[in-house]
């Protein structure tokens, strides 16, 4: 039997944080025709409070790749929260990961799994995995260790 997105979900026992507010002038997603851009997420806690610090400097790369997760379950709420539902996403497009590292810091790919695996989990692997880049910045919004922006093809 083939399991629904809310079920994929729900089946992780992982929560959803609050859906973020936009930090400045955008909109948090836009459906276009059958897509939804979604901007560029920071790593929002259940606390509505975010994970702070620079990978390689203020944290090794495990605890990056579970700032990434966290950064994939704000977009979900975002998702969420606009959409009504997971199950109306039919698969993810593109992934941009943005990585808050040191110059020396080499594997953004590995960070950005966190989130990718998560998007894997909730819409399988056929749907839930899209095309991706991985980058590292010098900085991010309020020292955040990730920001990533995606898009998905509406069902």
């Not at 203020?58 to 997971?86: F, H, Y």
């Not at 590995?110 to 894997?120: D, H, K, M, P, R």
Request: charged share 20%; net charge negative.
């Amino acid at each position: 039997m083939i399991m629904t997105a809310e079920e994929n979900f729900a089946n992780l026992n992982l929560e959803l944080p609050p859906a973020p507010t936009p930090m400045g002038v955008y909109k948090p997603c836009l459906i276009v025709d059958n897509f939804i851009y979604v901007s560029g997420h920071g790593t929002v806690k259940m606390d509505g409070s975010r994970i702070i610090g620079r990978i390689g400097e203020d944290m090794d790369i495990e605890e990056g790749k579970l700032a990434a997760r966290q950064v994939g379950l704000a977009i979900l709420a975002t998702l969420k929260a606009n959409l009504g539902s997971l199950d109306r996403i039919k698969r993810v497009i593109k992934v941009l990961g943005m990585v808050n590292c040191t110059s020396d810091f080499e594997r953004h790919p590995y960070v950005i799994n966190g989130c990718s695996e998560l998007f894997a989990a909730v819409w399988g692997t056929e749907n839930g995995i899209g095309v991706r880049s991985a980058v590292g910045f010098g900085s991010l919004p309020e020292n955040i260790p990730v920001e990533i922006e995606a898009m998905f093809e509406l069902a």
